[in-house]
């Protein structure tokens, strides 16, 4: 997938135009989604979920392809992005500052960034710039839930 350039329209309207909405943002008992620091908003991990359910388990490399992969990737920044909105009060007030992808990974997999990239692309299609980020992507043994791709962020509103 290509990335479409975000010139014209709110965050929300090129969102849409992915065919995407931002899902509902679950809430936990034992950690929060996001701890906002001064004018930093800290976004817990998200994995691939969709309607409740992990779209994916499995290691890159071994079980998941690399397509696959990305896929999921694009769909936990996804969730990020949904936490970022609520924490900030909308999407079009959303700027990503930083992005950590873990792959769940063998050693001899090496394709990390390629599966990050699919998470930034989703980013600068929505925010333009503001999508624009500092970013770590690394391979992990194992991620909860036996998940792909966990992604965590920061953020700050404009």
């Known amino acids: 997938m290509t990335t479409i350039q975000a010139t014209s329209g709110s965050a929300v309207e090129r969102l849409k135009a992915l065919g995407l909405d931002l899902p509902a943002v679950g809430k936990s008992s034992t950690y929060v989604n996001h701890r906002t620091v001064d004018s930093s908003v800290y976004v817990a991990g ?22 696959t992969g990305r896929g999921l990737a694009r769909h936990a920044a996804l969730n990020a992005l949904a936490v970022a909105a609520e924490a900030v009060g909308g999407l079009d ?16 997999f090496g394709h990390q960034s390629r599966v990050a990239d699919a998470a930034s692309e989703l980013l ?33 509103a404009v």
């Open 46 to 67: 998200q994995l691939p979920y969709k309607d409740g359910r992990l779209l994916g388990q499995g290691v890159l490399g071994r079980e998941v392809d690399l397509e």
């Open 124 to 156: 600068v299609d929505v925010l333009g710039e503001n999508g624009r980020h500092a970013r770590t992507a690394i391979g992990v043994a194992s991620l909860p839930l036996n998940s792909p791709v966990e992604i965590q962020m920061v953020c700050t």
């Open 93 to 108: 007030r959303v700027r990503i500052v930083q992005m950590l992808v873990f792959v769940a990974s063998t050693a001899e």
